[in-house]
T-cell receptor
Framework: DADVTQTPRNRITKTGKRIMLECSQTKGHDRMYWYRQDPGLGLRLIYYSFDVKDINKGEISDGYSVSRQAQAKFSLSLESAIPNQTALYFC?????????????FGPGTRLTVL | AQSVTQLDSHVSVSEGTPVLLRCNYSSSYSPSLFWYVQHPNKGLQLLLKYTSAATLVKGINGFEAEFKKSETSFHLTKPSAHMSDAAEYFCVVSVRDLRGADGLTFGKGTHLIIQP
C-alpha cells in the first residue's frame, strides 16, 4: 500500500462549487503539506501543518483552506472553485529527523474547474 | 530566502549518451538539495539528496549529482541515457526553519527527451 494517498485522483467541477481534496499517510510523519503544480512553474506551496493544531499558510494560500483532522489526515478545500485553480495538486509529508528533510509525495489529484 | 534555477527547460539526448541537467541555487543557510523525477501522469519520486555529507551524491537508476558550493550548483548527471529516463526533473532546495518546517523551493523543471 502507498504511504501517502490522495483522493480523488481526478475531479472535474464547475466554477463556484466547493471542493475537498483529501490526503492520508501511514508514514507516521508529523508534517504535512499541500502543493499545486502548473505547467512550467514547478510546485508551489499552498499550506503546511506541523500537527493538528498548527496550520500555516504557504506561498499561494488565497482561495484555499485546510483542515488537519488527525496526524495522518490533511484536507485541502476550495470554498468556491475558479478556473485558474485548475492544476495538479500534491500532498506531501516529512518527519522531524534533523537533516533529513526529504518530503514524500502522494500520487497527485488532477483538478479541472470549468 | 532561497531560490532554484534550472538552466534548461528542455534537454534532448540520444539513447546511450550522457545526460546533464543543470541546477543553480541560492540560500541564506546551509541547504539540503534534492532531485525529483516525475514521469508522465505520475507523482514525484526522489532521485537523490544532498544533506551536507559527501558532495558527490549517488541516486537511483544510475543518476548522480555533485554539490559545488563555490559555484552554487547541483547538476544532475547520468553516463548513459535510457529511454525510460524520459521525464520531468525538478531540482529542489530545502532549508529547515527555526520551527522545523521544511521549506521546499522547486525549480521550474527540465523536460528530458530521449531520442532513439
Amino acid at each position: 500500500d502507498a504511504d501517502v494517498t490522495q483522493t480523488p485522483r481526478n475531479r472535474i467541477t464547475k466554477t463556484g462549487k466547493r471542493i475537498m481534496l483529501e490526503c492520508s499517510q501511514t508514514k507516521g510523519h508529523d508534517r504535512m503539506y499541500w502543493y499545486r503544480q502548473d505547467p512550467g512553474l514547478g510546485l508551489r506551496l499552498i499550506y503546511y501543518s506541523f500537527d493538528v493544531k498548527d496550520i500555516n499558510k504557504g506561498e499561494i494560500s488565497d482561495g484555499y483552506s485546510v483542515s488537519r483532522q488527525a496526524q495522518a489526515k490533511f484536507s485541502l478545500s476550495l470554498e468556491s472553485a475558479i478556473p485558474n485553480q485548475t492544476a495538479l495538486y500534491f500532498c506531501a509529508t516529512s518527519g522531524p529527523i534533523a537533516g533529513a528533510n526529504e518530503q514524500f509525495f502522494g500520487p497527485g489529484t488532477r483538478l479541472t474547474v470549468l | 530566502a532561497q531560490s532554484v534555477t534550472q538552466l534548461d527547460s528542455h534537454v534532448s539526448v540520444s539513447e546511450g549518451t550522457p545526460v546533464l541537467l543543470r541546477c543553480n541555487y541560492s540560500s541564506s543557510y546551509s541547504p539540503s538539495l534534492f532531485w525529483y523525477v516525475q514521469h508522465p501522469n505520475k507523482g514525484l519520486q526522489l532521485l537523490l539528496k544532498y544533506t551536507s555529507a559527501a558532495t558527490l551524491v549517488k541516486g537511483i537508476n544510475g543518476f548522480e549529482a555533485e554539490f559545488k558550493k563555490s559555484e552554487t550548483s547541483f547538476h544532475l548527471t547520468k553516463p548513459s541515457a535510457h529511454m525510460s529516463d524520459a521525464a520531468e526533473y525538478f531540482c529542489v532546495v530545502s532549508v529547515r526553519d527555526l520551527r522545523g518546517a521544511d521549506g521546499l523551493t522547486f525549480g521550474k523543471g527540465t523536460h528530458l527527451i530521449i531520442q532513439p
